[in-house]
């Protein structure tokens, strides 16, 4: 790795500040956002930051993006403002989202007349771990993409796995990753709010639960935050609620395509849909637990 190696990271906030600060510290990295105070936080930490997306990507190797759907990827890369026009030939583009199969062939069609390269890397793990470089990484792409990607790939995940050589395997994988995770948050939501009508300390409950053979990373990572759930602040937004309303909508059109029956899955979206509509969108994921139990029940 080398700090000749030249990466853009265009969105620069919980997940994107943590990541380009980490790949920092080995390489060069330039970075944009359209918020001033997330520009300066990552000028603080060694980020070469500019005025605008297509400024940032110019003469980068590669340009890592984290963004919310396939609409937005495709705005991002070939809007009125799109960074693919000014992205050199055999650079390569990251995709770090989970935006589902569908959007990838037109993007690589498009990309490919640019000279670039796609590839398909959904992570997971949450801004502390991207910080640690402690992310799991899925990673779709030809071997040629692969090696190009490799220092930026290599510095963020602790679990790099290769699913395919072609993009849309990482989001294939990611979407099957994501089907567990909501279905896990969703499942300790529940199991907290029962602890509380049971009359149960729900600090001990957890602590006893992570113990045993219910324990899951979800549960650990998320417990804490369900417990905060009903606090004046509440808990602080690490992943929003409606991520999962995107992600389960995602898991539902897969499972339908492939003509399988996933009602554990289904089941676990509408509790997210019915936190979006009771206004717990912009929440954390964690305050799923308030649509199964608006109140706490005990001090």
Same mark, same amino acid.
């Given at each position: 790795?080398?700090?000749?190696?030249? %990466?853009? %990271?265009?969105?620069?906030?919980?997940? *994107?500040?943590?990541?380009?600060?980490?790949?920092?510290?080995?390489?060069?990295?330039?970075?944009?956002?359209?918020?001033?105070?997330?520009?300066? @936080?990552?000028?603080?930490?060694?980020?070469?930051?500019?005025?605008?997306?297509?400024?940032?990507?110019?003469?980068?190797?590669?340009?890592?993006?984290?963004?919310?759907?396939?609409?937005?990827?495709?705005?991002?890369?070939?809007?009125?403002?799109?960074?693919?026009?000014?992205?050199?030939?055999?650079?390569?583009?990251? @995709?770090?989202?989970?935006?589902?199969?569908?959007?990838?062939?037109?993007?690589?069609?498009? =990309?490919?007349?640019?000279?670039?390269?796609?590839? &398909? #890397?959904?992570?997971?793990?949450?801004?502390?771990?991207?910080?640690?470089?402690?992310?799991?990484? %899925?990673?779709?792409?030809?071997?040629?993409?692969?090696?190009?990607?490799?220092?930026?790939?290599?510095?963020?995940?602790?679990?790099?796995?290769? %699913? *395919?050589?072609?993009?849309?395997?990482? +989001?294939?994988?990611?979407?099957?990753? +994501?089907?567990?995770?909501?279905?896990?948050? #969703?499942?300790?939501?529940?199991?907290?709010?029962?602890?509380?009508?049971?009359? @149960? &300390?729900?600090?001990?409950?957890?602590?006893? =639960?992570?113990?045993?053979?219910? *324990?899951?990373?979800? =549960?650990?990572?998320?417990?804490?935050?369900?417990?905060?759930?009903?606090?004046?602040?509440?808990?602080?937004?690490?992943?929003? /609620?409606?991520?999962?309303?995107?992600?389960?909508?995602?898991?539902?059109?897969?499972?339908?395509?492939?003509? @399988? #029956?996933?009602?554990?899955?289904? #089941?676990?979206?509408? =509790?997210?849909?019915? *936190?979006?509509?009771?206004? /717990?969108?912009?929440?954390?994921?964690?305050?799923?637990?308030?649509?199964?139990?608006?109140?706490?029940?005990?001090?």
């Amino acid at each position: 790795m080398s700090a000749n190696y030249k %990466v853009t %990271v265009l969105g620069l906030g919980a997940m *994107g500040l943590p990541m380009a600060t980490r790949l920092a510290s080995q390489l060069t990295v330039h970075g944009f956002d359209i918020a001033e105070a997330r520009l300066a @936080l990552a000028a603080e930490a060694g980020i070469h930051t500019f005025s605008s997306a297509r400024e940032a990507a110019k003469g980068a190797d590669a340009l890592l993006l984290a963004v919310r759907n396939g609409e937005q990827l495709n705005d991002v890369l070939f809007g009125d403002n799109g960074v693919a026009s000014v992205l050199e030939p055999g650079a390569v583009v990251i @995709l770090g989202s989970t935006v589902g199969t569908e959007a990838i062939p037109a993007t690589v069609a498009r =990309l490919a007349e640019y000279g670039v390269e796609l590839v &398909d #890397a959904p992570l997971s793990g949450g801004p502390k771990r991207a910080g640690e470089g402690d992310l799991l990484i %899925v990673v779709g792409a030809t071997p040629e993409a692969q090696e190009k990607a490799r220092p930026v790939l290599e510095l963020l995940a602790s679990t790099l796995t290769i %699913v *395919g050589d072609k993009p849309g395997d990482g +989001q294939a994988l990611k979407t099957v990753n +994501q089907l567990l995770c909501g279905i896990h948050i #969703a499942a300790a939501a529940e199991a907290m709010a029962l602890a509380d009508a049971l009359g @149960l &300390d729900q600090a001990k409950t957890l602590a006893a =639960l992570e113990a045993g053979a219910a *324990g899951s990373f979800m =549960l650990s990572n998320r417990g804490p935050r369900i417990l905060e759930a009903y606090t004046e602040e509440g808990a602080e937004v690490l992943s929003r /609620l409606d991520i999962f309303v995107k992600d389960m909508g995602i898991v539902g059109k897969a499972t339908r395509a492939a003509g @399988l #029956a996933a009602p554990v899955a289904a #089941a676990a979206e509408q =509790l997210y849909l019915l *936190g979006q509509a009771q206004g /717990l969108a912009a929440a954390d994921d964690s305050a799923v637990i308030k649509v199964v139990a608006p109140t706490k029940r005990t001090a």
